[in-house]
């Protein structure tokens, strides 16, 4: 996912916090609009393409196979740094105030994104494997190596 945009606070807990997250260590939000403004922003960059970043929050209703490029990595780099920096900026919200509707846009277009995700993943996994070669059909070809390290020759099988 792309940096560009990226709240300081993300940066920030590549560096330290992610080793103390389940101390809950989180990053200081000391303006939870500003924090919120540039989240979004940053979240606008991560989408695919295919997405209308321009009338966001944009949920098409039937996305199809579309490639949704690095969003579903679960690694530091995937979408689960996009839902802790979220929660972030909800914990960030004055307990005694109602959530702001750009927050809830927010919210909605994450949940709408892992939605999106769940059903794309679902139907790759439920697609049947690849059928192997029938009758007559040649197989594959691999290289092997015969021979000692030193005079290594490559054999098609």
Same mark, same amino acid.
């Given at each position: 996912?792309?940096?560009?945009?990226?709240?300081?606070?993300?940066? *920030? $807990?590549?560096?330290?916090?992610?080793?103390?997250?389940?101390?809950? +260590? &989180?990053?200081?939000?000391?303006?939870? #609009?500003?924090?919120?403004?540039?989240?979004?922003?940053?979240?606008?960059?991560?989408?695919?393409?295919?997405?209308?970043?321009?009338?966001?929050?944009?949920?098409?209703?039937?996305?199809?196979?579309?490639?949704?490029?690095?969003?579903?990595?679960?690694?530091?780099?995937?979408?689960?740094?996009?839902?802790?920096?979220?929660? *972030? $900026?909800?914990?960030?919200?004055?307990?005694?105030?109602?959530?702001? +509707? &750009?927050?809830?846009?927010?919210?909605? #277009?994450?949940?709408?994104?892992?939605?999106?995700?769940?059903?794309?993943?679902?139907?790759?996994?439920?697609?049947?494997?690849?059928?192997?070669?029938?009758?007559?059909?040649?197989?594959?070809?691999?290289?092997?190596?015969?021979?000692?390290?030193?005079?290594?020759?490559?054999?098609?099988?």
């Amino acid at each position: 996912m792309t940096t560009e945009s990226r709240p300081e606070q993300i940066a *920030w $807990w590549f560096q330290i916090g992610r080793r103390s997250f389940v101390r809950k +260590k &989180f990053p200081v939000i000391d303006d939870p #609009d500003a924090y919120g403004k540039q989240w979004v922003e940053w979240w606008k960059k991560v989408q695919p393409d295919w997405r209308d970043v321009e009338d966001w929050p944009d949920q098409p209703f039937d996305v199809g196979e579309k490639d949704w490029g690095s969003l579903p990595n679960g690694g530091k780099d995937g979408l689960f740094v996009a839902m802790v920096s979220l929660g *972030w $900026w909800i914990l960030a919200q004055d307990p005694a105030s109602s959530l702001s +509707k &750009f927050l809830i846009d927010a919210i909605e #277009d994450v949940t709408w994104v892992v939605n999106q995700l769940i059903t794309s993943l679902s139907a790759t996994l439920d697609s049947p494997p690849p059928s192997p070669p029938r009758l007559g059909q040649s197989a594959p070809t691999r290289a092997v190596r015969v021979g000692p390290p030193a005079k290594r020759q490559r054999l098609r099988v």
